[in-house]
């Protein structure tokens, strides 16, 4: 059985990833973990102390909630995987996936090459170079 960890992050390129995982599900049993990240930079705000609190908390509750949508419509394509783990984690998203798949000894990581916050004119998104770049784990960027 081969231990999956799945980034997504609800872009039209992670679908294709999702996919690709999908398809490999139904050649092979695999463990399935998917994992969205959400950026701290999401939930910088101005104005004063109070207001600043106020509006983190509201932005948080949504962005919680888009992370929920994103991963619920994922886990719907692996109908065919017995138990599929749903992680949210918070900070710089290759960094915590990186950190993830070493922590919990997959054998393979799959992202997107773009994601929602990638720039076009480059050849790879910032998270997946910086996930081929610096992970210890096989990575699989999906175009």
Not at 1 to 16: E, F, P, R, T
């Amino acid at each position: 059985m081969q231990k999956v960890l799945l980034a997504v992050d609800g872009s039209d390129s992670c679908n294709k990833a999702i996919k690709k995982v999908a398809d490999i599900a139904e050649e092979m049993e695999i463990e399935l973990t998917v994992l969205t990240v959400i950026e701290e930079k999401l939930f910088e705000t101005g104005g004063s102390e109070g207001q600043i609190i106020a509006e983190q908390m509201a932005i948080k509750d949504e962005v919680e909630d888009k992370a929920e949508d994103i991963m619920g419509a994922c886990v719907g394509a692996f109908d065919h995987v017995e138990e599929i783990d749903k992680k949210v984690e918070y900070g710089d998203p290759a960094k915590k996936i990186c950190e993830e798949a070493s922590n919990q000894d997959y054998d393979i990581v799959a992202l997107a090459d773009m994601g929602k916050s990638s720039v076009k004119k480059f050849l790879l998104g910032s998270t997946a170079e910086k996930v081929v770049r610096y992970c210890n784990t096989t990575v699989m960027v999906v175009k």
